[in-house]
Each structure stands twice: as C-alpha cells, then as structure tokens.
C-alpha cells in the first residue's frame, strides 16, 4: 500500500473556483449490499426502529430491495439483497444517523449492547464534537448514531481543534463536555 502525505493547509484552502450553478441542500439515501435481505429488514427495523417504505421483489431487482425510512422522506437507506458477503467496508466508511437528544444515545448503545451488536466506539471523537456510538451492522457495514454536532454559523467559523476533547466511553463525554461557543452578539 502506497503511503501518501497529507497537505493539511491545502486541503483546508479546498475550494470550486467556480461555484456550480446548483445548490445540494442534504445527503440523500444509502443503498447497502446485504447477504441476507430478511435478516438485515429485521436488524435496521427491529433494531435502529427504521420503517418500510417499500419492497421490490426478485422481478424487480436481483436479490430483492427494501426501500427504509426515518422520517419522512420515502427512504434515506435501501437494502439490496445480493450481497457476496465479502463487505470489508473499504469504499464507504460508515454511515450516521441523527437522534434528538443524548439520552436516545445511551438508549441506543444499550439496545445495541443487549442486541449483540458490535460495537467500534463510544463516546467523543474529535472534530465536530458529536457524542457517539459506532457500530457495525450484519453484514459489517459501519454505522453511527450520535447527538449534537457542532454547527457552523454564516460566519463560516469552526471550533477549534484545541476545544475537541475526544472521550472513549459515553459516560466521560458527558462528564467532561467540550466548551460551550460564545454565542453574544458583537456590539
């Protein structure tokens, strides 16, 4: 394997010289191989509580397609049931998910944790400052759910990496909370 060196400060100046004449608003959906089209409905259903939108048969995709939502846009993930079972989540790192409050966090590791799931990590990583639970799905996809990432104001402005405070477990990212950002109006 190649090793490559990263140029922080040109990645960071990063820029389109010439903005595209369109504007992306959100991710959109996900679709996942899986080797077990019914096994996985049940783990993203049962599990992470998605709801089914829609299913399509043999006839309509080899291996069959459930169509998944969270909210209500029709899906935000599509499971394809012909997987080969050789994911080694090489191309996508993972996929996260949003929940309204940090309690649903600590819900949602504990659900994990009595499910069997594997879970890669808990807690607070760094940048954005999202507190976390990563984790991995039947068919070794890595997943996230996790509460309050930072938000970048008009101004552009991030925290800065001096404020990130990675925490390893649940428990010591609420104990020790990154700062809160000044939020006074300049006058």
């Given at each position: 394997m190649?090793?490559m060196?990263?140029?922080?400060?040109?990645?960071?100046?990063?820029?389109?010289?010439?903005?595209?004449p369109?504007?992306l608003?959100k991710i959109g959906?996900v679709v996942?191989?899986?080797t077990?089209?019914?096994?996985a409905?049940d783990?993203?259903?049962g599990?992470?509580?998605f709801?089914?939108s829609?299913?399509y048969?043999?006839?309509m995709?080899?291996?069959?397609?459930?169509?998944?939502?969270?909210?209500?846009?029709?899906?935000c993930?599509?499971?394809v049931g012909a997987g080969d079972?050789?994911?080694?989540?090489?191309e996508?790192?993972?996929?996260?998910f949003?929940?309204?409050?940090?309690g649903?966090?600590?819900?949602?590791?504990?659900?994990l944790?009595?499910?069997g799931?594997?879970?890669?990590?808990?807690?607070?990583r760094r940048?954005?400052?999202q507190i976390?639970?990563?984790?991995r799905?039947?068919d070794?996809?890595s997943?996230?759910?996790?509460?309050?990432v930072?938000?970048?104001g008009?101004?552009?402005?991030?925290r800065p990496?001096s404020?990130w405070h990675g925490?390893?477990?649940?428990?010591?990212?609420?104990?020790?909370p990154?700062?809160?950002?000044?939020?006074?109006r300049?006058?």
């Amino acid at each position: 394997m190649m090793q490559m060196t990263v140029d922080v400060e040109r990645l960071k100046a990063s820029a389109a010289q010439s903005p595209p004449p369109f504007a992306l608003r959100k991710i959109g959906h996900v679709v996942l191989m899986v080797t077990d089209l019914q096994r996985a409905t049940d783990f993203y259903t049962g599990v992470l509580g998605f709801q089914i939108s829609d299913v399509y048969g043999e006839d309509m995709m080899p291996g069959g397609m459930v169509f998944l939502r969270c909210k209500t846009d029709y899906h935000c993930l599509a499971l394809v049931g012909a997987g080969d079972g050789r994911n080694e989540n090489r191309e996508l790192h993972h996929r996260a998910f949003e929940v309204p409050t940090l309690g649903q966090v600590i819900t949602a590791r504990d659900r994990l944790r009595e499910f069997g799931a594997k879970i890669d990590f808990e807690g607070r990583r760094r940048a954005g400052c999202q507190i976390a639970v990563e984790f991995r799905d039947l068919d070794n996809h890595s997943l996230e759910i996790y509460w309050g990432v930072d938000q970048v104001g008009s101004d552009g402005r991030v925290r800065p990496a001096s404020e990130w405070h990675g925490a390893r477990s649940l428990e010591d990212a609420i104990a020790n909370p990154v700062p809160v950002p000044d939020t006074h109006r300049p006058r």
